[in-house]
């Protein structure tokens, strides 16, 4: 069975697109695709339906990684069930997704864990916040496949 693993912001237009590029890319680039599903979700429903934000897709697209072919999607309560582990770009969507959880199955984390931080929500400042953003989530992923494959 693969390793289920969902990226969980806000809008899912910004951050946890980027979270699900990265990590589907560092995973091929391993050959480990056979072993995990990535999926990316928000916890609002704002922009359901829509592609990433073009700072992401711009960001993404400079580093070689295509995000055009995402929509975005609210976490849905089977979310908890399905997936083996979820990770949330900042402290306040991990409290929105503890107090959702069922207690069925996935381990509930923040990408960034040493120290416990944030990766900010870039939408409503300059194109220089996606760059910023890109480079933790990155570092962030890294270490994330790193864990999961040790622990596998
Ligand atoms: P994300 O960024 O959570 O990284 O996708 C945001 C996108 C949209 C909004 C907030 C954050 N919004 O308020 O519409």
Redesign the pocket.
């Known amino acids: 069975m693969p390793h289920a693993v969902l990226f969980v912001?806000?809008?899912?237009?910004?951050?946890?697109p980027l979270a699900e590029g990265i990590f589907r890319s560092l995973v091929d680039e391993a050959g480990a695709s056979d072993r995990y599903l990535i999926d990316s979700a928000?916890t609002g429903a704002?922009?359901s339906g829509n592609p990433p934000?073009p700072r992401s897709i711009e960001v993404a697209a400079r580093h070689g990684i295509d995000l055009s072919t995402q929509r975005a999607r609210q976490v849905y309560p089977d979310d908890f069930q399905a997936f083996d582990t979820i990770i949330a770009?900042d402290r306040d969507n991990l409290t929105t997704l503890k107090a959702r959880d069922t207690g069925a199955k996935a381990q509930l984390r923040l990408l960034l864990a040493d120290p416990a931080a944030d990766v900010p929500?870039?939408?409503y400042g300059g194109p220089e916040g996606f760059d910023h953003v890109f480079g933790l989530v990155r570092k962030g992923c890294q270490d994330l496949l790193t864990d999961l494959e040790r622990s596998g």
């Open positions: 912001c806000l809008g899912n237009i910004c951050r946890s928000g704002w922009h934000d770009m929500d870039p939408y």
